[in-house]
């Protein structure tokens, strides 16, 4: 184990703080959540008091016996300096002192510039594409990658102004379109840490499968190998509703809205929060960013804070930001058997307690609410409007017809077959239409099945008479499934429904249409359904 620990000085030189920091007060605390900023701390002894240490000047932490391509732990810049006596001045003389060392870290870069350029005059355009603009601005010139930018799941935006505003307020504006994570990291390009580090951006969904660890951790003793697999000294779970709220009054430019989740206020309670989003100009985008926020804030948050030990070279094998595998024997909220989870914070000591052979290493990592949705993968459901089949025994992969003794679907399923009892079936986008004696007994439905956050519209028909059906929007595999919402609805009106995925990924919903009430001797049948992803 040998640590250490380099300052840029005033000259823009970096040069190692040897033999003046006390190694078992090292304790770095890094962030990688929302560009929230960490801090550490390190006291630096200056016996003769000739010591200075500037103002937002880099500072880095290296374990030269850890993984040559990644060996720094800490990286950010000075804050503020106390400087006093200490309480180890003992031979230091009338001079002596401590030189208390407050550091940020490396997302503290976020908030350093404000956006001047007239590039910052953004138009419409998807989140990820006003990400990789930002990385290649003016402002963000510390950041020079984007290794860690999640292409997947675009969010179209509004035309946006951001001049005056901070690269900060940039991230913060996508995140809120597309459920992201962001921040700042640091990286090796080359074996040299001191001229071989750059920064990169990370912009990514907590589910992603990028940036993994390839350590894993357990208490489960059998499995520990100190190689691939870590012994967990504390797992702590913490399940927080203080996130969930069912409503949400929003502030556009210019513009409000409100709306709510009423699966949230059944699961929960009915609370509402207030949200700004001064970038969103259009009553349209206002009403996306809504109804994503709420489906974000329909879970609980799931919060472990681990301790666990790594030998000097493994120590950057889980690092701030990074997917890690994870099993413990008292935690079955998680799942079963290993799961992934990612670190948001990381602190790092040298073990004391174990003879300094390895490090302590604690941390917070967000952990996904095991997903209400029904299993499997899906691609999630491209916008468009699909209308009536117009030919027996077909799907679309949307829209079901299901009639008794056959199979109803509750996920895609392509080589769905079983019809529609008795149809009329429509040509060129008309409306196909069932007899409706056929219809009380439940044993006929339409049901469309769609991938994805999203608001689904449909529209029932009849050839004579406004006539009622109920519908229901469901969620999960059966005997456990879900209903989300339910509600009635009259031949020829559009039926709205707002489709949240809980938080989950890729979750499948299906909305179950049925008639009811009296049969008419008109005929009852679906006319159109049109997809709208969030």
């Known amino acids: 184990?040998?640590?250490?620990?380099?300052?840029?000085?005033?000259?823009?030189?970096?040069?190692?703080?040897?033999?003046?920091?006390?190694?078992?007060?090292?304790?770095?605390?890094?962030?990688?959540?929302?560009?929230?900023?960490?801090?550490?701390?390190?006291?630096?002894?200056?016996?003769?008091?000739?010591?200075?240490?500037?103002?937002?000047?880099?500072?880095?932490?290296?374990?030269?016996?850890?993984?040559?391509?990644?060996?720094?732990?800490?990286?950010?810049?000075?804050?503020?300096?106390?400087?006093?006596?200490?309480?180890?001045?003992?031979g230091y003389g009338t001079s002596g002192r401590v030189i208390a060392v407050d550091v940020a870290d490396a997302n503290t870069i976020l908030s350093r510039r404000v956006m001047t350029g007239s590039d910052a005059n953004r138009p419409a355009e998807t989140d990820v594409a006003r990400v990789r603009w930002l990385v290649m601005t003016n402002e963000a010139s510390l950041i020079v990658d984007s290794r860690y930018l999640d292409d997947s799941g675009p969010k179209n935006m509004d035309a946006a102004d951001y001049r005056g505003q901070m690269l900060m307020n940039v991230l913060e504006d996508c995140a809120e379109a597309s459920d992201k994570n962001y921040g700042v990291t640091w990286f090796q390009t080359g074996s040299d840490p001191h001229t071989q580090t750059a920064v990169s951006f990370f912009y990514l969904f907590s589910g992603d499968d990028i940036w993994d660890s390839t350590a894993r951790l357990t208490n489960v003793g059998a499995e520990v190998d100190d190689a691939t697999t870590f012994v967990v000294a504390t797992a702590d779970l913490t399940q927080s509703p203080m996130r969930v709220f069912s409503g949400i009054y929003a502030n556009g430019d210019g513009i409000t809205d409100y709306d709510q989740l009423l699966s949230t206020a059944t699961a929960f309670a009915r609370r509402d929060t207030i949200m700004s989003f001064p970038n969103v100009k259009s009553a349209a985008k206002l009403q996306t960013r809504i109804t994503r926020m709420l489906a974000s804030l329909a879970t609980e948050e799931y919060r472990v804070a681990i301790t666990f030990f790594m030998r000097p070279a493994d120590v950057n094998r889980v690092r701030p930001g990074m997917r890690v595998q994870v099993k413990f024997s008292h935690l079955p909220e998680l799942g079963s058997g290993y799961v992934w989870v990612r670190m948001l914070t990381r602190q790092v000591t040298m073990g004391e307690d174990t003879g300094f052979a390895f490090y302590r290493v604690s941390g917070v990592f967000s952990a996904e609410v095991p997903s209400l949705c029904a299993g499997g993968t899906y691609a999630e459901t491209a916008a468009g409007t699909y209308g009536a089949l117009n030919s027996p025994g077909t799907t679309n992969n949307v829209i079901y017809y299901c009639s008794a003794g056959g199979f109803y679907p509750e996920v895609p399923t392509p080589s769905h077959q079983r019809g529609w009892a008795f149809m009329s079936w429509g040509s060129g986008g008309t409306p196909d239409y069932g007899q409706t004696p056929y219809w009380p007994a439940g044993s006929q439905q339409v049901r469309l099945i769609v991938v994805g956050d999203g608001s689904l519209t449909f529209t029932m028909v009849s050839t004579g008479g406004a006539q009622s059906f109920d519908w229901a929007l469901v969620h999960g595999l059966s005997p456990g499934s879900t209903i989300d919402s339910s509600g009635t609805g009259s031949a020829g009106t559009p039926v709205v429904v707002p489709v949240s995925s809980h938080g989950g990924t890729q979750c499948v919903h299906r909305v179950v249409v049925s008639m009811t009430g009296t049969a008419t001797s008109a005929n009852f049948g679906f006319s159109t359904s049109t997809w709208t992803p969030s």
Request: charged share 30%.
């Open 1 to 90: 184990m040998a640590i250490h620990y380099w300052l840029r000085d005033a000259t823009g030189t970096v040069v190692e703080v040897a033999g003046r920091i006390r190694a078992l007060t090292e304790d770095d605390s890094v962030n990688a959540e929302e560009g929230s900023v960490g801090m550490f701390r390190v006291e630096i002894d200056d016996p003769d008091g000739t010591y200075r240490v500037g103002g937002h000047r880099l500072f880095y932490v290296t374990e030269d016996t850890a993984d040559p391509m990644d060996q720094i732990l800490a990286l950010g810049y000075t804050q503020e300096r106390v400087i006093s006596r200490g309480d180890l001045v003992e």
